[in-house]
């Protein structure tokens, strides 16, 4: 139920209860606040008469508050529960108890439910201090008739038929349960399946006929009081965002408003068609009564808001500390304090003398000698404090020994569960090794153990691909004929960049579909397990190489501690201080030293019981007595330490490592006091000294020789084992990236599989509806083919009553012809005269118009109307005064027909326009039902092509080449949306073909260029022989203007030109020789000319110009 008045009552986390003012809903004010709880508001309800608000918390009280504006809002009392509130409800009898309200509270703690139920008055306010059991306003449980009732499962909820009949929710089983109070007692009466989820709430309608429900699985569900085990559920809100979180119904119960967390607020309205007429009217009854309950309150509701407008508007929420209930407290402490206050003064008075007292006794005491002090606890006055004191202590800490118990066994449970699943469920465990010297760690992969289950699948898959396998090769059996190396290298790379990883590389016999085959999901479901099959080889190979590595450490381990421990022993000897470390495995390297807690990590020590104690302290008193005992008179220790030095075996080295002694004459005399005896004596002394110093610097070489090779031995093992483990990291790597790029190939299969699957379910859901509306479709082409039928049926019937209308029109003036044509002028003028009707708006129907209109006033049939007005018109104020009374009867009968016959017509043309009317309806809604069957089949024809679509374009992961990029691609998209997957055979056959082409495009191409090769031949050769003519031609013309000179005469009429040639040459020849004679002798005199001796006098005299000329 809600408020009285137009406002809202707002509870918060910080336990302050907001009023707000609702008559102007579009700014609503702030007009009252106030700090009632201590925690969260969890729950608000109002009684049915609007005058009390109970509120609830984790605090442990219910308050009770007055709604009315004129009483401010004022908190009325409390009412003490223990735990946490999980539900309040009450229950009004208006009729039989005005003056008392029933109220029901649910609550728990330690994990069990109470349900409290109470009777209080309406107008608590006035009633007398009886009523509460303190000054603090709590109310009196006799007064209130309170009754608390322990139920034996988990209720999350109450709500209230009756007085004595409530409804509650099991946690724990789910049910709604209906409770009867008899004595004082809660009896179950009845049991119904509730909601999916466990928890919920429960709520009942205004007219205590339904019970509504909701809970964290979205749903709501309503049954009736008298047959819970029906019901009917509603999916309003999403279960993944928390479900509904507040159902009510409204004060008529003919709606009903929900909240869910998904944010959505939803209002329902009851439909009431499908009920049957008593069953209606039932519901109708209760529904009259609510809203007259409901009525009964406006009076008050009105005086109310008036209050609530004039009060004052808060301007913002004040953060209060103290709530209502420790303020009255306060209050009523401080009216105690004033009424004793003289009390209290002489109390203190008295109190701080005796302190006095006692504090001069302490000090006197501390003076005193210690045999005569007495201890602090005897000081104490008040021994029941003491010991309270004491129990109080001891009782914390049992608390606190239970506490670490119960937190040690759940880290205990914690530690199995961990160990269950993480070593237990492990078939191969998870394992690290780590380099001697540097960080790099490597570890295998852990392996889960598979279940029976799991197992049998992967068999399954197995037998199944091998006996595909064996019928593909008996029907595609055929040799295929051996390549050369390049060319099967290139087959391997191509089925491994199909196979979309490189896990033919580590497992060559891995087995696995073609990714060109996986149409179906039951295919893709069993490539998924071969998939895993093949990652749990590929992990297995893997963790035997790392079992190998990892023993090869452990053997190494052994060799250099062993060596290590001849290190040591070297150093020892050399009396080196130096320190050598033993390499050993680190803790991440064993992990089963994770489940072992060593007594050195626990830091606390053990508590024991004075039993235990006492059993250790006498342990320890047997052994120290045990070891006494042996060490008493053990005969063969003691021979061994007097003979032997506690040693068995005498060792080289320890010889090496004494001195000689010297003999007594060399400690006791001076060199020169020896006799000869003597120091024969100690040059034997000093030859052994001098051996034994040469002994020792062989022995000291020796082992520095060892130290060094034992080092190095060290060192290369280590080394040799770092070699391999980087090795085995490298190796990891490629193992885990085949992993990976197999686990991505189950990734995306099982993504393919999700789809596939929701593009079915898309296409069943598309089906149903699809259904629905072909069979409305084929009812609609019924129903239209019927009302055709039937309007062509009215059409004939109206033409004949049309006829039959101008038949009896024809009549009248055939009946009336017997009178003057004035008279019968007047007649057909009264005759087609009716009356004028108001026309009124058209109504629906009767019910429409009653729960439309609360004024609705009934309207009278039209045609009643009209014939009382032609009525009127028949009487005799509107007959003419020329007309006789027999006359007028004969024509008021007439008329009567005539109308009568219009009704007829009328009716017939109203019944057809309604028809009409309701066949364009049918044949819309017939179209309305096509274009959703058009829309329908679109939506299933494009739902399929995408199907059909997803089925062929299947995914296919490939291993591409990461080369090294010479050019600058430049933008480069790597968007594939549009691009086609083409198997490489296909490509080639079309390279072959290509190149079939391109070699017949090139053989053409020589075919033409060697028949224009000789097309231009003959070409040049014609214009050779164009050019000779031209040639010859021109020779012609030249012969024929040539002049004939006397040689030219000589050389044609000569019969032996050559000979002729020949005579001239030798003549020429002749010429030459005697021209080069004649130069010769020339020469010569010019010589001797220049050498003579006389010439080069005068030469010198300056005449070398006359002699040069000359």
């Not at 007047?826 to 729960?851: D, F, V």
């Amino acid at each position: 139920m809600l408020s009285i008045i137009r406002s809202a009552f707002i509870g918060l986390s910080s336990g302050q209860l907001v009023v707000l003012d609702l008559n102007t809903p579009e700014s609503p004010r702030i007009i009252f606040e106030d700090r009632i709880h201590h925690g969260s508001i969890l729950h608000i309800a109002f009684d049915m008469s609007g005058k009390l608000l109970f509120t609830g918390s984790d605090d442990g009280h219910v308050i009770i508050l007055d709604t009315r504006a004129s009483n401010k809002f004022k908190c009325l009392g409390h009412i003490d529960v223990k735990g946490q509130v999980t539900g309040i409800a009450s229950l009004h009898q208006l009729k039989i108890e005005k003056e008392w309200c029933y109220l029901a509270i649910s609550s728990v703690c330690d994990n069990s439910s109470v349900i409290s139920h109470a009777k209080l008055p309406v107008d608590l306010h006035l009633q007398p201090k009886e009523a509460f059991d303190d000054d603090t306003f709590h109310m009196d449980p006799k007064f209130i008739s309170r009754a608390d009732c322990q139920l034996d499962f988990l209720a999350s909820s109450v709500a209230m038929v009756n007085p004595n009949i409530m409804v509650t929710v099991d946690v724990t089983k789910k049910n709604v349960v209906i409770l009867n109070l008899n004595s004082g007692k809660l009896t179950v009466t009845d049991r119904a399946n509730g909601h999916l989820l466990k928890g919920g709430s429960v709520v009942i309608s205004p007219h205590g006929k339904w019970i509504g429900s909701y809970s964290g699985d979205g749903q709501i569900i309503f049954r009736s009081i008298e047959d819970a085990q029906n019901s009917v559920s509603i999916p309003c809100h999403s279960h993944f965002l928390g479900g509904t979180s507040f159902l009510k119904f409204a004060n008529d119960g003919q709606q009903v408003l929900s909240c869910g967390k998904d944010g959505v607020i939803a209002l329902w309205k009851w439909n009431y068609d499908s009920l049957v007429t008593e069953e209606k009217a039932t519901v109708l009854g209760a529904v009259d009564a609510s809203r007259g309950r409901y009525a009964s309150l406006l009076g008050l509701r009105k005086e109310q808001d008036a209050v609530l407008q004039n009060m004052p508007a808060l301007s913002a929420l004040k953060c209060q500390e103290k709530t209502w209930l420790a303020k009255v407290e306060a209050g009523v402490q401080e009216l105690k304090d004033k009424t004793f206050e003289p009390q209290i003064e002489e109390l203190r008075k008295s109190i701080s003398e005796l302190r006095a007292t006692v504090l001069g006794m302490i000090e006197t005491n501390e003076n005193v000698d210690g045999i005569e002090q007495l201890k602090r606890h005897e000081f104490t006055l008040d021994v029941d404090e003491r010991q309270r004191i004491l129990n109080e202590g001891d009782d914390e800490i049992e608390s606190i020994k239970e506490s670490v118990e119960l937190e040690n066994l759940a880290m205990l449970f914690l530690k199995e569960l961990i160990k269950k699943e993480c070593w237990d469920g492990m078939e191969v465990v998870g394992h690290s090794l780590v380099l001697f010297s540097g960080d790099l760690e490597v570890s295998n992969f852990s392996i889960k153990k598979r279940t029976d289950r799991e197992r049998e699948e992967v068999e399954r898959v197995l037998t199944l691909y091998a006996h595909e396998k064996l019928e593909v090769d008996e029907v595609e059996y055929a040799p295929k004929p051996k390549d050369d190396e390049g060319e099967h290298e290139e087959e391997q790379e191509i089925s491994a960049s199909l196979y979309g990883s490189h896990a033919k590389k580590f497992y060559g016999n891995s087995i696995q579909h073609s990714q060109f085959n996986l149409h179906s999901n039951q295919r893709k479901r069993d490539q998924i397990e071969l998939i895993k099959h093949t990652i749990g080889h590929l992990k297995n190979t893997f963790n035997k190489e790392f079992t190998e590595v990892y023993l090869s450490k452990k053997q190494e381990i052994a060799r250099v501690a062993e060596r290590t421990d001849r290190i040591k022993q070297i150093l020892k000897d050399l009396k080196s201080e130096d320190n050598v470390d033993i390499p050993a495995f680190k803790q991440i390297e064993m992990p089963e030293s994770f489940l072992i807690v060593e007594d050195s990590e626990i830091k606390f020590d053990k508590y024991l019981t004075p039993e235990e104690q006492a059993a250790q302290v006498e342990k320890r008193r047997l052994e120290a007595e045990r070891k006494r005992l042996e060490e008493a008179d053990n005969a063969r220790e003691r021979a061994l330490d007097t003979m032997m030095h506690g040693k068995l075996e005498i060792r080289p080295e320890d010889e090496l490592q004494k001195d000689l002694e010297k003999p007594e004459f060399m400690l006791a005399k001076a060199e020169s006091q020896w006799s000869e005896d003597e120091h024969k004596i100690a040059k034997e002394f000093e030859k052994k000294e001098k051996h034994l110093m040469e002994e020792r610097e062989k022995y000291r070489k020796a082992l520095e020789a060892e130290l060094k090779k034992l080092q190095t031995a060290n060192s290369e093992g280590m080394n040799s084992f770092d070699e391999k483990l980087n090795k085995l990291f490298k190796l990891k790597i490629e193992y885990q990236k085949t992993i990976n790029q197999e686990e991505l190939k189950i990734v995306r299969l099982a993504r393919s599989v999700y789809q596939q699957e929701y593009l079915e379910d898309c296409d069943s859901d598309l089906l149903k509806p699809l259904d629905e509306f072909k069979q409305m479709k084929l009812r609609t082409q019924d129903e239209v083919a019927e009302i055709k039928r039937s309007i062509d049926k009215l059409r004939d019937e109206h033409e004949i009553v049309l006829q039959e209308d101008r038949a009896i029109e024809k009549q009248f003036k055939k009946d009336f012809v017997d009178l003057d044509a004035f008279t019968l002028d007047i007649l057909i003028k009264l005759y087609k005269r009716r009356p004028k009707l108001m026309k009124q708006k058209p109504q629906n129907s009767e019910s429409t118009s009653r729960s439309s209109n609360p004024f609705y006033v009934k309207v009278e049939d039209p045609d009643k109307l009209f014939l009382e007005a032609m009525a009127e018109l028949d009487s005799d104020i509107h007959k003419p005064e020329i007309l006789e009374v027999e006359i007028w009867e004969r024509f008021i009968d007439a008329r009567k027909i005539k109308v009568e016959s219009e009704l007829k017509v009328k009716h017939h043309s109203q019944k057809i326009q309604d028809l009409n009317s309701y066949l364009q309806r049918k044949l819309e809604e017939d179209e309305a039902v096509k274009n959703k069957i058009e829309k329908t089949f679109q939506h299933l024809n494009d739902l399929r092509d995408k199907k059909l679509k997803f089925l062929m374009n299947l995914e296919i992961q490939l291993l591409l080449k990461q080369g090294q990029v010479e050019v600058d691609p430049g933008v480069f998209s790597t968007k594939f949306d549009n691009a086609l997957l083409i198997h490489r055979s296909v490509i080639e056959d079309l390279n072959s073909q290509i190149v079939t082409l391109g070699e017949g495009k090139v053989s053409a191409m020589i075919d033409c260029k060697d028949y224009y090769k000789n097309i231009h031949l003959l070409e040049w050769e014609h214009e050779k022989m164009h050019m000779e003519a031209e040639d010859l031609n021109s020779k012609t013309r030249d012969v024929q203007t040539l002049r004939v000179t006397k040689e030219l005469q000589v050389f044609l009429f000569e019969e032996n030109n050559a000979q002729r040639m020949q005579k001239e040459i030798q003549t020429l020849e002749k010429t030459i020789k005697l021209n080069e004679n004649m130069h010769q002798r020339k020469s010569l005199d010019k010589k001797r000319i220049f050498y003579n001796p006389i010439f080069l006098f005068l030469l010198n005299a300056g005449y070398g110009l006359f002699l040069y000329s000359v």
